[in-house]
């Protein structure tokens, strides 16, 4: 098949590999001078690189093996705890992307730092093109439901944090993180359900003062998807992958996973079913989750966090898992918070 490519992030880039890989005649487009332009905490969870041809060890772009988080509340730690086997890496996302473009290139696919415009002469397309891609809807594809959420991220200098923790603070509107990027580095950032850049960069600020961060850069915005992914991926000979299918965590904002996955199969015949079955599930329970929490006051967060085991509450976060029967009947101590678990998780 004669196949263009919208957009060489994770999705796009990994969609041109392993396409090329299969013998297809790939020809992938990037409208921007330099990849991973849009802002992003470049958290890769382990799992991801099952999907990628390249791997983290003794690689330039993994930047700091993670497996441990520290949570903060109302800037004191809440919780500290282990992650694994829910382990991941830092990266220089632009780094990574870079050599995945450099891979599909060696697989045979052809790359144009150019946008992509004519979709005539192609077999197929797929609509890798992110958050602000709208080829896939214009052409008709339905986006009923699909909604943002807005974040920040910036990146400073700070000799307080370890180089294998992930540092969050939670609110009854999202969180904010500070990750570890390389020597005395951060990549910080804020995202959540609240529109007003004043409010997020509040709350960042108290807490990027807790670790002594001095900020070096500029403090970008971008919306993630926050409403799981679109109930179609297909319309007539267009495919849509990653952000512009809606592809993210809405509890967590992770999106890279879930992108280079879809990315690995969207060229073939039985592409919606492989990815439903997949992370389908996962990412609207995700969606549920997420509503329990906007639905929760800070001091049901608070409870939450203290009684639920942390192994528990990094899979609910990280994999959208739903807490077993076993954890639920601990927050039996909290009426209120219990049904409103039982009727949010089991009951919709
Ligand atoms: C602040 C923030 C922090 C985040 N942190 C994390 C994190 O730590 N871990 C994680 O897993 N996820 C994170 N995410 C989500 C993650 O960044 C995205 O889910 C992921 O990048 C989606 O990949 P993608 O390939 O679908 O889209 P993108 O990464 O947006 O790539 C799309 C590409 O298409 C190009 N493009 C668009 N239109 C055209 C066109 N017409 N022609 C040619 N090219 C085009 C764009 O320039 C871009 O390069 C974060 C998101 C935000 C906003």
Redesign the pocket.
Known sequence: MKIAI???????SNCAYWAAKEGHDVYL????KV?A????????FGEAFNFTPIKPNESKWALNYIYRAEIYFENDLLLETETKPLDGYIVNKRAFLEEIVEEAKAQGAKYFRE??VDEKSFDLVID??????T?ARRKGLSYDGFKFSP???GYGKTDKIRDDTLYFQVYDFGYAWIFPYGENFCNF?I?GHVNSRDVLLNHLFKFLKLFDVEVSSKIEG???PSNGPLSELTIGNIRV????AGM?MPIS?????F?LYAGSICFKENYEKLFQAKYGEKLRTGKKILDLWLHMTLEDIKELIRTVDPSVLAKVFIEGEKPNALEGIKLLRRPKLFSKTIKSLYLS
């Open positions: 919208i957009g060489a992030g994770p999705a796009g487009f990037e409208k921007e990849l332009n849009k802002p992003c905490g470049e958290a890769i946008a992509f890798a093109g992110g958050y602000t891609s080829f974040a920040l991220r950032g995202g971008a919306p993630f992958v990653g952000d512009t993210v904002g992770e999106g890279i996973r992108a």
